[in-house]
């Protein structure tokens, strides 16, 4: 897309890195803007992850970070809570939730990320922002933060607040886990170089929820996650 630009937030994640992949082959590197946010999350993988993904496809990475913004929060995820991150699917953590979210949903995450994107796209001049939102984590509501409601509705906020300058891309959001994969693969994107798995260690713990979903996902498409193969 000639002269436009795209802010894509990067995680280090699978979907992050594939709709990178997918803003690059759009817009062309030279065009594309990443940034991760540290949250304070309990280990710094993804962060390691996002830095050698934006490396791989030669883009401009910004860094930002929301830490004080959850310090009150007692989200598994995070580096101050005591509670453990539970080691089974999201289905099962939503036998126990009564409707709402699961242990690892950090409060309003991605409307903060989005809405911090928002003012650093419109300062890079950027018409769009892209992050990797899929139905398979809005399930059952476990995040509905990737919600397409969710969705819709930040667009709206973001296209309306910028003076109809920015738009949100949320490419995924009607696509399972699976459907990612698939794509990823068709774009050859360096999934050996993603991290997923909620704990820090030197291999994916493969029983977190995010874990499951992700290994799902590649055999579902017939193939072997790399992270598991090396």
């Given at each position: 897309m000639m002269g436009e630009k795209a802010l894509v937030l990067v995680s280090g994640g699978l979907d992050s890195t594939t709709c990178l992949g997918l803003a690059v082959k759009k817009y062309g590197k030279e065009n594309v803007v990443a940034l991760s946010v540290y949250y304070g999350q309990k280990?710094?993988?993804?962060?390691?992850?996002?830095?050698e993904v934006t490396e791989y496809y030669d883009?401009?990475?910004?860094?930002?970070?929301?830490?004080?913004?959850?310090?009150?929060?007692?989200?598994?995820?995070?580096?101050?809570?005591?509670?453990?991150?539970p080691k089974e699917s999201y289905a099962k953590q939503l036998e126990k939730t009564n409707g709402t979210p699961v242990s690892t949903y950090v409060p309003f995450r991605n409307g903060l990320f989005l809405s911090s994107a928002a003012a650093?796209?419109?300062?890079?001049?950027c018409s769009y922002i892209y992050y990797g939102a899929h139905s398979d984590d809005a399930a059952g509501n476990a995040y509905p933060d990737c919600s397409d409601a969710f969705n819709k509705a930040m667009h709206d906020a973001v296209y309306i607040g910028s003076g109809n300058q920015l738009q949100i891309e949320a490419p995924f959001v009607n696509m399972t886990k699976a459907d990612v994969v698939k794509l990823g693969l068709e774009l050859n994107v360096p999934y050996e170089l993603t991290w997923s798995c909620y704990e820090g260690g030197d291999k994916p713990c493969g029983v977190c929820g995010t874990c499951i979903d992700r290994q799902a996902a590649f055999e579902k498409n017939g193939v072997m996650d790399p992270l598991l193969n090396r």
């Open positions: 280990h710094d993988k993804e962060i390691t992850s996002a830095k883009v401009e990475w910004l860094q930002l970070d929301l830490s004080k913004m959850f310090e009150y929060s007692d989200c598994s995820l995070l580096s101050h809570s005591e509670k453990e991150i650093i796209a419109l300062s890079k001049g």
